[in-house]
């Protein structure tokens, strides 16, 4: 038998590619994902970077890596242990041994593992020959040094070839997976479509990897993962920042209403304002700022003129929106902020992703100031609720908060592209032309959304603004009785909206002992663990929420059918501070996590048998 023809099949597999901020880790982890969608593989991406643009060379600080998990089944999350990790650097390896399962393999780049390097890295020995990685297939390859002597027949110098060595690592991965190099072969090609050079260069570097595998027995075996079998439709590979963009670009469609952008960039939000950006075909008119007050205000002046608009940040920037959420808030008009959050406070740790920010959008304004607060918790699902944002925010006429967070707007999965006609109406209370009837703050008796009058419409001249008004017709007043009628009257709009949200879903046991509860990004790793631990016959129910304020009406009558109920979280417990401050009668676990990194499946695992555990003892 042939080393090709030792192929081992695998239901997933977890790979990691490491290497030095520059060496094109996100690249290379992306090619491969494209690839393995187009041969029919379920996946979910994790890319994790260094905040530094340009982060010291071979530093652990430096490090950059990008993780994704394939498979033959739905896949939720990017995985816990790695099967195979490419280390392009000593300290790539020395960051990310720990996420290597044993008896894993590790391809590593023995070129770059010269004294400085190691050094540099905190090695005192080398670990490619202390016996170290006993425990590990490790795939030694001179990956610079031939990637250079792969290209010498382009007329580049020894350092610009250099830049390709992320191909050749590519290369063996892909012959590792039993890929196809042709697929690569046309992302690439549409990567670089104004550089035909530049596709040469990477596909030829790619094919040097892929040989050079071929032709070593330390690569045997290779693997292969079976297609999943998916809805029938149209997928791509998306981003949940792309996702989001998506999500409101469908709903201006949809609801007639033009759609404005007013942000200003920022980490990890930026590619929302980008993807915008290039789709003004569609519609979309987008303005970056200079600050993020600029943002959010242009997006209110948006909103008044008629559009569907939107501001999109993270943590600080919604620190510094703030006043004109009130704004927004105060003269009831339509608005979608999305925060994709990340580790805080202050500047905190900019690429690393947190649910750092749920009590700053719950409470984070001046006076009794209400809002509509959301969440998504995949990279697909952040179109659809984005689009339910859109829908909210315009049809009952109030700011809506949207969290994501770094995880799902840097990570992508596989997404069934919908048709728009297909997506719930989007119906927008406008006031009709020269209705005599029409008041400023005149509300519809179901839902208390007043309707909304663009200026310049026959017969529809009114006054709108920070100043509290009276209600009904919109004059400026400080009258206490009218203050407090207009306080109750907009917190009550909000909570109207739990009529018209979905009541909240148990998966697994309805009733019982345990209760996990989790909500935004967190929802992949948490629904692996349990469903790995009702396989086993545990019984245990997982209720995930996506929408915060108003939450579900059944809410309190889920929590009340367990007996414990423990509250997952990447922060130091602010869900559950909610939830205490909402039904102060249920008894409340937390398990938080706040390093900047998802829950692993294995962890969640071992703290709900401790529970479980626990709960039989009490008994």
């Known amino acids: 038998m042939s080393t090709k023809e030792i192929i081992k099949e695998k239901e997933s597999i977890v790979i990691k590619f490491v290497g030095d901020s520059g060496d094109g880790m996100q690249l290379a982890g992306t090619l491969f994902s494209d690839t393995a969608a187009v041969q029919g593989n379920d996946l ?22 990008f993780q994704v998990q394939i ?3 739905k896949i939720f999350f990017s995985g816990d242990m790695c099967d195979i990790l490419v280390a392009m650097n000593p300290a790539s390896l020395k960051t990310n041994l720990k996420w290597v399962k044993k008896g894993g393999t590790i391809i590593v780049d023995v070129d770059t593992f010269d004294e400085k390097a190691l050094e540099k890295s905190g090695y005192r020995a080398n670990p490619l020959e202390d016996g170290s990685l006993d425990n590990y297939r490790v795939i030694s390859s001179p990956i610079s040094s031939m990637t250079r002597d792969s290209l010498s027949r382009f007329r580049i110098n020894s350092r610009t070839a250099g830049r390709s060595r992320n191909m050749f690592a590519l290369g063996i991965v892909t012959y590792l997976l039993s890929q196809d190099q042709e697929t ?12 035909t050079e530049v596709q040469e260069i990477n596909k030829t570097a790619l094919s040097a990897g892929y040989n050079f595998a071929e032709t070593i027995e330390a690569v045997a075996p290779t693997y292969r993962v079976p297609g999943a079998t998916l809805k029938k439709g149209r997928y791509r590979n998306i981003s949940g920042n792309v996702a989001t963009a998506w999500g409101l670009l469908a709903a201006s469609e949809r609801s007639g209403r033009p759609l404005f952008l007013g942000s200003y960039p920022i980490t990890p939000a930026t590619e929302i304002l980008m993807e915008m950006t290039n789709n003004k075909a569609l519609g979309a008119k987008v303005f970056q700022a200079e600050d993020e007050i600029a943002g959010i205000c242009s997006a209110i002046g948006a909103s ?13 920037g919604l620190s510094l929106k703030s006043e004109a959420i009130g704004l927004a808030v105060m003269t009831e008009l339509p608005l979608v902020i999305v925060n994709v959050q990340r580790a805080g406070p202050s500047t905190g740790m900019p690429t690393k992703s947190e649910q750092s920010d749920l009590l700053q959008a719950l409470y984070g304004r001046n006076g009794e100031c209400p809002a509509i607060v959301m969440s998504a918790s995949t990279p697909a ?25 770094g995880y799902l707007g840097n990570g992508s999965e596989l997404f069934r592209i919908p048709s728009v006609e297909d997506l719930p109406p989007i119906n927008p209370p406008m006031a009709a032309p020269n209705d005599e009837s029409y008041r400023p703050y005149k ?16 017969g529809l001249r009114h006054r709108i603004g920070g100043l509290e008004k009276t209600d009904i017709y919109g004059a400026v007043t400080t009258d206490p009785q009218n203050h407090e009628l207009m306080v109750k009257i907009r917190e009550e709009k909000v909570m109207k909206v739990a009529e018209k949200i979905p009541l909240q879903k148990i998966h697994g046991d309805t009733t019982g002992d345990l209760l996990v509860v989790s909500w935004g990004g967190t929802e992949g790793s948490i629904k692996t663990a349990i469903r790995e631990m009702q396989r086993e016959g545990k019984k245990i129910g997982h209720a995930h929420f996506n929408h915060l304020m108003p939450l579900p009406a059944n809410t309190e009558a889920i929590l009340g059918s367990y007996k ?13 501070k909610y939830l205490r401050s909402e039904f102060p009668g249920i008894r409340y676990l937390q398990y938080n996590k706040i390093q900047g990194l998802p829950f692993f499946t294995g962890e969640l695992i071992e703290k709900f048998n401790q529970l479980i ?3 039989s003892h009490d008994n």
């Open 44 to 65: 979910f991406t994790f890319p994790d970077y260094p905040a530094e643009i340009r982060a010291p060379h071979n530093t652990l600080a430096g490090v950059s890596g």
């Open 71 to 73: 498979g033959k089944e």
């Open 184 to 195: 690569t072969f046309k992302f690439i090609d549409r990567k670089f479509k104004n550089n």
């Open 304 to 316: 008044f003129a008629g559009s569907l608009a939107t501001t999109t940040t993270s943590g600080p």
């Open 381 to 405: 699902n952040c179109f659809y609720y984005a689009y339910e944002a859109a829908k909210l925010s315009l049809e009952h006429m109030t700011p809506v908060i949207l969290l994501t967070d």
């Open 443 to 458: 509300r519809d008796k179901e839902t208390l959304s007043r309707q909304w009058a663009i200026p310049g419409i026959e």
């Open 564 to 576: 414990r109920v423990v509250v997952c979280e990447l922060n130091n417990g602010q869900f559950v």
């Open 613 to 615: 555990e626990d709960i």
